[in-house]
C-alpha cells in the first residue's frame, strides 16, 4: 500500500552518518518530511490524494521477528532515507508505505510536521551533541528518566557517577517505532502540536530555497546562519512550478 508524496518540507544531516553506519559516496539527501499526498495505492484507505502529512523517512521489512513483535524501529532490513546508500527524501516526490505515513491536522504546517519527534520527570535529548546529553543527564530528577532520541558520534563521554547517585533510568528510542511511548512518536507528537502542548515552530530558525542548499548544508555544520544566529533547524521549503 504504498503512496506517492510531493515533498514540500525537509529536513535533512550534512554528514552521511547514522550511529557507526557512514557513507562517502553521493547520495540525495532529506529525512524528516512532510509534503502532500499525489497519488495513492487501490489498497490505502486511510489517506487520500491532497492529504498533508508528515513520514516516517523508512521502509520496513514488516517480516522479521522485530516487525512482526511491533518493534519495527530495530529492523535490520529497513532501507531508511539518507543512510546506507539509500537516497533520501530532497527531491519532489517520494514513494512509501501509507502506514508510517501521519495526516496533518489543518492547524499544524507542514514546516512542523517535518519536525515532530519525541518529548523534569522525563529528558529527551534529539540533538546527539555531548554538551546537550551531558546537561541533560544533570536536569534529569533522581530517579528520573532519560531518553536519547538524537544520534550524534558513536562514542560520548556520560557522567556516570550523576546517573549512579540519582539511579536515572536510561533509555535508547531508534526511529519512529515504540520507543520511549508505546504505540509510536507520530500520531502522539502531532496531537500534542495540535493540542498547543509542544510548540515547533520556535526551533525553525532559518529557511533556505532549494537553490542556496549549499548555504543551508553550512549553516547545519556550522550551527549558526548567515544572519549570525545561532542555528536549531534548518528548512529548505521545496516549492515545485504551479504549487502554491
Same mark, same amino acid.
Given at each position: 500500500?504504498?503512496?506517492?508524496?510531493?515533498?514540500?518540507?525537509?529536513?535533512?544531516?550534512?554528514?552521511? &552518518?547514522?550511529?557507526?553506519?557512514?557513507?562517502?559516496?553521493? @547520495?540525495? +539527501?532529506?529525512?524528516?518530511?512532510?509534503?502532500?499526498?499525489?497519488?495513492?495505492?487501490?489498497?490505502?484507505?486511510? +489517506?487520500?490524494?491532497?492529504?498533508?502529512?508528515?513520514?516516517?523517512?523508512?521502509?520496513?521489512?514488516?517480516?522479521? $521477528?522485530?516487525?512482526? #513483535?511491533?518493534?519495527?524501529?530495530?529492523?535490520?532490513?529497513?532501507?531508511?532515507?539518507?543512510?546506507?546508500?539509500?537516497?533520501?527524501? /530532497?527531491? #519532489?516526490?517520494?514513494?512509501?508505505?501509507?502506514?508510517?505515513?501521519?495526516?496533518? %491536522?489543518?492547524?499544524?504546517?507542514?514546516?512542523?510536521?517535518? +519536525?515532530?519527534?519525541?518529548?523534569?520527570? /522525563?529528558?529527551?535529548?534529539?540533538?546527539?551533541?555531548?554538551?546537550?546529553?551531558?546537561?541533560?543527564?544533570?536536569?534529569? !530528577?533522581?530517579?528520573?528518566?532519560?531518553?536519547?532520541?538524537?544520534?550524534?558520534?558513536?562514542?560520548? =563521554?556520560? %557522567?556516570?557517577?550523576?546517573?549512579?547517585? !540519582? $539511579?536515572?533510568?536510561?533509555?535508547?528510542?531508534?526511529?519512529?517505532?515504540?520507543?520511549?511511548?508505546?504505540?509510536?512518536?507520530?500520531?502522539?507528537? @502531532?496531537? +500534542?502540536?495540535?493540542?498547543?502542548?509542544?510548540? =515547533?515552530?520556535? /526551533?525553525?530558525?532559518?529557511?533556505?530555497?532549494?537553490? &542556496?542548499?549549499?548555504? #543551508?548544508?553550512?549553516?547545519?555544520?556550522?550551527?549558526?546562519? %548567515?544572519?549570525?544566529?545561532?542555528?536549531?533547524?534548518? @528548512? @529548505?521549503?521545496?516549492?515545485?512550478?504551479?504549487?502554491?
Amino acid at each position: 500500500m504504498d503512496l506517492d508524496r510531493r515533498i514540500r518540507t525537509v529536513g535533512y544531516w550534512y554528514r552521511i &552518518q547514522a550511529g557507526k553506519d557512514a557513507s562517502n559516496k553521493p @547520495i540525495v +539527501l532529506g529525512h524528516e518530511s512532510a509534503g502532500i499526498i499525489t497519488k495513492v495505492g487501490s489498497k490505502v484507505t486511510t +489517506l487520500k490524494v491532497g492529504d498533508r502529512v508528515a513520514m516516517e523517512p523508512g521502509k520496513y521489512c514488516l517480516r522479521c $521477528e522485530f516487525c512482526k #513483535a511491533g518493534s519495527y524501529s530495530q529492523c535490520q532490513n529497513v532501507k531508511c532515507a539518507a543512510a546506507e546508500g539509500v537516497d533520501g527524501t /530532497l527531491h #519532489a516526490y517520494y514513494s512509501l508505505p501509507a502506514d508510517v505515513c501521519y495526516k496533518l %491536522p489543518d492547524s499544524m504546517s507542514l514546516e512542523e510536521g517535518a +519536525l515532530p519527534g519525541r518529548g523534569i520527570d /522525563l529528558v529527551i535529548d534529539c540533538s546527539g551533541a555531548p554538551v546537550c546529553i551531558q546537561t541533560g543527564i544533570f536536569l534529569a !530528577k533522581r530517579r528520573g528518566t532519560y531518553v536519547q532520541v538524537g544520534a550524534g558520534t558513536p562514542n560520548v =563521554l556520560v %557522567p556516570m557517577i550523576t546517573v549512579f547517585v !540519582k $539511579e536515572l533510568r536510561i533509555k535508547g528510542s531508534l526511529r519512529y517505532g515504540p520507543g520511549c511511548y508505546g504505540p509510536g512518536c507520530y500520531g502522539m507528537t @502531532i496531537d +500534542l502540536v495540535h493540542q498547543g502542548r509542544v510548540q =515547533l515552530k520556535p /526551533l525553525i530558525t532559518h529557511r533556505f530555497p532549494f537553490n &542556496q542548499a549549499d548555504l #543551508a548544508f553550512k549553516t547545519t555544520k556550522d550551527g549558526v546562519g %548567515p544572519d549570525g544566529k545561532l542555528a536549531i533547524k534548518t @528548512i @529548505i521549503p521545496r516549492t515545485l512550478p504551479g504549487v502554491v
